[in-house]
Each structure stands twice: as structure tokens, then as C-alpha cells.
């Protein structure tokens, strides 16, 4: 094994194992988290080793790392999730790789990214952006709709060709009534997970929580926990 890659095993064991406590403490099958490495900064060799170690899915948040770095990787199977904040000039380069944006989060990103999968014969799976820190209407501060505002999205994605509604995500705010209460925060998107579901049953999705709090997103209820420095290390500074 190579340096890199005994590093990369260390590091998903023993996320493999805070998961595992979490999923344990909370009463909840481990099978019900699934874990997405958020690769940003990172070259494709290590999307490679992290394929080779059994990771199936993998996040970027910018389409100029991404896209080539997700047609270098085209060989591996790999679930390719975007979740950073999308300009609608980057959603046809999205579109040819990403099976799931995680950062809805307005009526025209939705219009865009329908007419693009359409015209590429692609389904792409959607999560609305719910942003906490946000009031009842307008966007966060790392982007999202306030949650008076899902409702409305949720519908217009799941009548839009080519998408699919698949749940919510979100980022634990940095400011607002929520800033260093994760546990309350990942627990307020829980309760629009369930509102959400009333009307799409199949939006089962709830992605929350990171390196430093997945226990919480755990705990919460979260199926999806979107993992980078703890896998991959510090992220080298962008020049």
C-alpha cells in the first residue's frame, strides 16, 4: 500500500467508526447513513484510492475541480454529488457528471438544470439548499432558500422533466438563532424533511453534517453525512 493510501484507510476507519458510534447512540442502523466524501482540492489519484477503499460516493463544490477531475474518474462507480453554490452558466458542465445537486435553492437554477438534463437525456437528483440562517423568506449567507420557501422550490423541481426530488440539505449556520447549535439545527431540518414528505413521499433525503459535526446530523436523523478533512486531511490553502 502506498503512503497515501495507508493514510486514506486510517482516516475512513476511523470516520467509519465515529459513524458507526453515532449511528449506535442513536439507536439507528448503521446501513441508514450513508457516507459522501467531499473531495474539493483534492486530485482524481485520491478519488481513485478512495474508490479502491470501497467509497461510493464522492462531493465537489466547484465545476472547474470537478468536471475534470469526474472525467478522469469516469471508469470508477462513483455517485458524483455537487454542493456547492451553482451559477446557472456552470449547470450544463454540472449536468454532464453530477448525479445528485445538493444546493438547490431558486426557481431559475431549477428551469436551467431541467433544459440541460433534458438536452443531455440525463435524470439528476435534487436536494433543495435549506438555509437556516436565512428569515422566512431571502437566501443564507453560503446560499439556500429560508425554509418558508421549500414548499414552493420542492414542487417546481418535482414537476420539472429530468429531475428528480430526492430531499433536503443543509449547512449548520455560522450565524442566527442557530449558530453553534447543530444539534437543533440538524433537528429543524428533520421536521422539513418530514413536512416535505407529506407531499413527496419519495424525497427521503436528509444530507447535514460534516467533519465536525456528523454525531449531531446523526443523531438527528440525517441519511447523509458529506465528510472531507476527516477523510482526506487539512485542505491544502488555494493560491
Known amino acids: 500500500m502506498t503512503d497515501r493510501k495507508t493514510e486514506l484507510a486510517a482516516n475512513l476507519a476511523n470516520v467509519e467508526q465515529r459513524i458507526t ?94 433544459k440541460e438534463a433534458g438536452r443531455a437525456g440525463r435524470e439528476v437528483g435534487c436536494l433543495i439548499q435549506v438555509a437556516l440562517d436565512a428569515g422566512e423568506s431571502g437566501r443564507g449567507e453560503r446560499g439556500g432558500v429560508a425554509p418558508g420557501g421549500v414548499e414552493e422550490l420542492a414542487g417546481l423541481v418535482a414537476g420539472s422533466p429530468g429531475l428528480r426530488l430526492d430531499g433536503l440539505m443543509t449547512v449548520a449556520p455560522l450565524t442566527g438563532e442557530y449558530a453553534g447549535r447543530e444539534q437543533a439545527a440538524f433537528g429543524r431540518l428533520m421536521d422539513l424533511s418530514t413536512d416535505l414528505r407529506r407531499a413527496h413521499p419519495a424525497a427521503t433525503m436528509v444530507s447535514a453534517g460534516m467533519s465536525a459535526d456528523l454525531e449531531q446530523a446523526v443523531a438527528a436523523g440525517a441519511t447523509h453525512v458529506r465528510v472531507g478533512t476527516a477523510v482526506l486531511g487539512v485542505r491544502p490553502r488555494l493560491g
Open 21 to 114: 458510534a453515532a449511528c449506535a447512540a442513536a439507536g439507528r442502523e448503521r446501513e441508514e447513513v450513508t457516507l459522501i466524501v467531499v473531495t474539493k482540492t483534492y486530485p482524481a489519484s485520491d478519488v481513485r484510492i478512495l474508490s479502491e477503499l470501497g467509497v461510493r460516493h464522492v462531493a465537489e463544490n466547484r465545476d472547474q475541480d470537478a468536471a475534470p477531475k469526474a472525467a478522469a474518474c469516469a471508469d470508477l462507480p462513483l455517485k458524483w454529488h455537487f454542493v456547492g453554490q451553482l451559477q446557472t452558466n456552470k449547470v450544463r458542465s454540472v449536468v454532464g457528471y453530477a448525479d445528485f445537486v445538493q444546493s438547490i435553492d431558486r426557481a431559475r437554477l431549477v428551469t436551467a438544470l431541467s
